[in-house]
């Protein structure tokens, strides 16, 4: 007996070399660094000038909805919206990657990524007041996620739909650092994984959860880690690196419809500014201090230092760009405010598709009202 306890006493494994061991993670994928020099020759070379351009001019687009549409939020004419300056490269350079007959399930930070899919500006505005018309879009897609991480077990769904029809398409999702401690998120790359559906995940590590920081978040090393557990192979990328982004993100599709089963990426990002436009102020959860390098990183920076170098871009070019993107948003909140409002009985209508006989009560009752 006592041999047996002197025996448990030397330890049959050592849990903090495993625990260390974790740590050893590859370096996040980057093709071009914050100091605007080519990392990656071989990729960098694969791409067009033309391109090259036209990441540059998504990114630019992406930034002047931002500014527009926050300044439409500061002037009470928007309702929940998320902001996205910093966040550029990640959303545009994983969503041109896809292919029109992809499937989109976008959150609420999504919203640059749904335009580019399908949806107009107009319905993006209109799904931020709530109304139903701002959830009806040409492209292949579902209206953005509230519930953090529910977008992950809808894209599993999806996929494995997309899978059954031998459709040549994926389903993309989006989530965030906050997203990836939710249930959900597991539950959607396991049931991926398990089912080997063609599913792309994509979480924007952009450092903070509302003011919960990434540091608090997870003890785990990497988000992407968290697909390991799924059997889903994952990879860190530069988020503020287009380039890098556009090509990880173009890799996994092309392993994903090759029948290869889920991807996910995670892309180190920042989000510059608060959470949403409800008015959150980062101050009070983050210094400036530990913002600037990021800042330092931006998206745009980088990609602009090289086009100029090779007088392919100018201010400018930006400057027409900038304004013709806040323009086109002018008009598309006009159209929005032209939108007839829509009706309480409308909206109890789509409730059950035959509706309750309280409820037809509730719509007689509605209906009489607005009829007056
Ligand atoms: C299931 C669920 N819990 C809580 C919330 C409230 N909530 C909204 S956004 C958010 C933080 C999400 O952070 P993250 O996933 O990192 O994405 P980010 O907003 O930074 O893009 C929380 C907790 C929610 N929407 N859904």
């Known amino acids: 007996m006592k041999g047996m306890i002197e025996m448990a006493k030397k330890s ?8 260390k061991n974790l740590s050893d993670i590859p370096k996040p994928i980057q093709v071009i660094n914050e100091h605007a020099e080519i990392v990656n020759q071989d990729i960098f070379d694969t791409f067009s000038d033309e391109q090259l351009l036209e990441f540059m001019k998504k990114m630019v687009w992406e930034r002047a909805l931002h500014e527009q549409t926050m300044n439409f ?6 309702g929940f919206y998320a902001p996205t300056a910093g966040e550029e490269a990640s959303e545009m350079g994983t969503v041109l990657a896809m292919e029109k007959q992809d499937y989109l399930l976008p959150a609420y930070r999504d919203i640059p ?10 319905q993006a505005y209109l799904w931020s007041r709530g109304h139903v018309k701002g959830n009806e879009f040409a492209g292949r897609s579902l209206m953005p996620q509230i519930i953090i991480g529910a977008a992950y077990v ?17 389903a993309f999702s989006y989530t965030g650092d906050g997203g990836t401690s939710q249930g959900d998120s597991y539950e959607g790359m396991n049931f991926a994984g398990a089912y080997q559906v063609p599913a792309l995940f994509i979480v924007q590590d952009n450092n903070y959860a509302i003011s919960t920081p990434r540091s608090k978040q997870t003890a785990a090393p990497s988000l992407a880690q968290k697909a390991v557990a799924c059997g889903i192979p994952s990879v860190q990328v530069d988020g503020m690196d287009i380039v890098a982004c556009y090509s990880v993100a173009k890799a996994a599709r092309d392993y994903i419809i090759a029948g290869n089963g889920p991807v996910m990426i995670e892309t ?11 008015g959150d102020d980062p101050s009070r959860y983050r ?10 990183r931006d998206p745009l920076i980088r990609l602009r230092q090289i086009l100029t170098n090779k007088k392919l871009w100018s201010d400018e070019q930006e ?3 900038v304004k013709e993107t806040k323009d086109a948003c002018k008009e598309a909140i006009k159209e929005a405010d032209q939108t007839e409002p829509e009706k309480v009985s409308d909206m109890l209508k789509r409730t059950f598709e035959v509706p309750t006989p309280e409820l037809q009560d509730e719509i007689a009752k509605f209906e009489e009202k607005e009829s007056k």
């Open 319 to 321: 400057e027409a760009l």
């Open 12 to 19: 049959i494994v050592d849990f903090s070399k495993i625990k």
């Open 154 to 170: 809808e894209t599993a769904g999806v996929a494995l739909g997309l899978k059954k029809n031998g459709e040549n398409a994926i």
């Open 113 to 122: 990524q749904l335009i580019q899919h399908g949806a107009t500006i107009t």
């Open 268 to 278: 180190l990002t920042d989000r510059y500014g608060a959470h949403s436009s409800a």
């Open 287 to 296: 210094t400036k201090e530990e913002q600037q390098p990021w800042l330092d």
């Open 73 to 78: 939020s500061r002037q009470g004419r928007m």
